[in-house]
């Protein structure tokens, strides 16, 4: 059975199914008009800082807008339907959600990370939580007895990001979350979902503790919201951590969850736009002799193309590449762009290219950008929901200026 639930597209064959009722879920959980003195069909906006009391302590379950808002209700009860999660928790951004996971350990504690992740995350790992007594290693979670090796008497978080940012790494969820419970079941398995969104993946059901977003990239997906995410089934974890949302005051502006929350209504349709138009990039930039290497989970030349079929409905829109030639190729192809953008960030409707090395991942020590292969040369491409035609034209005539025919 392919993914969707009406069509055949050849993208979808091999994997799992898509989630049933997700689109449903996506326009009516959270949304009721019933909420509502004036049963708007469309959630209301509350901007109100605070909150009318009926007496001392008697509220209609709003204080604070900090502590809870009508809005960022309607959001979290929806993202949570998608993730198959009973709560959801917004943030202001993806690294406050990573920051409030953090404050669940204390001094002493231990973390240990996939090697290859987002530069803010590596960042704030190495040089922050470090700094206030956190014990935090890098394993490649792509091999079960790395991450084995790496657990420790003090290991309390593990962190996975799949796909891996920029390197495209997939991590098998289900086996490391197993192996790491395994070990020690109180050890908390924290999945970054922000390369899948949740209609491609959903952690939570192969054994992950938490779920967490930059709700930046997909799941907003129209590059005009910084926002963070984090899903959970486990009430204790989320009586923490809604505690820990109210006390250190990582919270979105409602108009923020407004706008994430009406993203949410297209995620599936232009989740399928950015598989399908993805696959038709890799394959041409695959068959090109311009290029070294593509790395696309959906290729069958990528490394973990079973592992991405047996737990992924499909594949998001981005794209790694090595051009062939120095970092003066790879600059002249990105300067001679003209559709795509250079710039940082991700999963908006528009394409975008960055250079890793000089972009988003500069804050990672060179030694480590080396070892995981983030060289001069490497491309990260976010594909767009263009037209196919326009997207591959001009990359082929960037391509054609960073290789001109002698």
């Keep these: ?73 309607c959001l979290e009860k929806a993202v949570a339907a998608l993730d198959g999660a009973k709560y959801c ?25 996939m090697d290859d992740v987002y530069g803010g ?93 930059s709700a930046t990239k997909y799941m907003n997906g129209h590059s005009d919201v910084v926002m963070g995410l984090i899903s959970v089934i486990r009430e204790d974890l989320y009586d923490r951590l809604k505690f820990l949302q109210n006390a250190l005051g990582c919270v979105p502006s409602p108009f923020d969850c407004f706008l994430c929350n009406r993203g949410l209504k297209t995620l599936h349709l232009r989740m399928e736009r950015h598989f399908k138009s993805a696959m038709t990039v890799a394959r041409f930039l695959e068959a090109d002799p311009r290029v070294e290497r593509v790395i696309y989970p959906g290729l069958p030349s990528h490394p973990q193309y079973e592992v991405m079929k047996k737990q992924c409905t499909g594949c998001p829109g981005m794209i790694t590449i090595y051009i062939k030639g120095q970092l003066e190729h790879a600059t002249t192809f990105l300067s001679n762009l003209k559709m795509f953008a250079i710039a940082e960030s991700l999963g908006g409707y528009e394409s975008l290219a960055e250079h890793p090395a000089i972009m988003t991942h500069a804050s990672v020590p060179e030694n480590e950008r080396k070892v995981l292969g983030i060289s001069d040369t490497l491309i990260r491409l976010s594909v767009g929901l263009e037209d196919e035609a326009d997207i591959i034209e001009d990359l082929d005539q960037a391509l054609a200026a960073a290789h001109p025919k002698n």
């Design 1 to 73: 059975m392919n993914n969707k639930e009406n069509g055949t597209d050849a993208e979808f064959a091999g994997f799992s199914s898509a989630f049933k009722s997700f689109a449903t879920d996506a326009i009516h959980v959270g949304q009721e008009p019933e909420q509502w003195k004036s049963m708007a069909v469309v959630p209301l906006i509350s901007l109100s800082t605070t909150f009318k009391q009926y007496a001392p302590g008697n509220h209609a379950g709003f204080e604070y807008s900090r502590s809870g808002n009508p809005t960022r209700n």
């Design 121 to 213: 995350t590596n960042r704030y790992f190495q040089r922050v939580a470090a700094e206030f007594g956190l014990e935090v290693s890098l394993a490649d979670c792509t091999k079960p007895k790395l991450l084995n090796a790496a657990l420790k008497d003090n290991t309390k978080l593990v962190w996975i990001e799949t796909p891996t940012n920029p390197m495209m790494k997939v991590v098998d969820i289900k086996a490391c979350s197993d192996l790491v419970h395994k070990h020690n079941k109180d050890i908390i398995v924290a999945v970054d979902n922000t390369f899948m969104s949740a209609y491609f993946q959903r952690p939570l059901a192969l054994g992950a503790d938490i779920c967490m977003y």
């Design 89 to 113: 928790l917004a943030f202001a951004s993806g690294l406050a959600a990573t920051l409030t996971i953090t404050h669940l350990l204390k001094a002493g504690d231990g973390i240990v990370c």
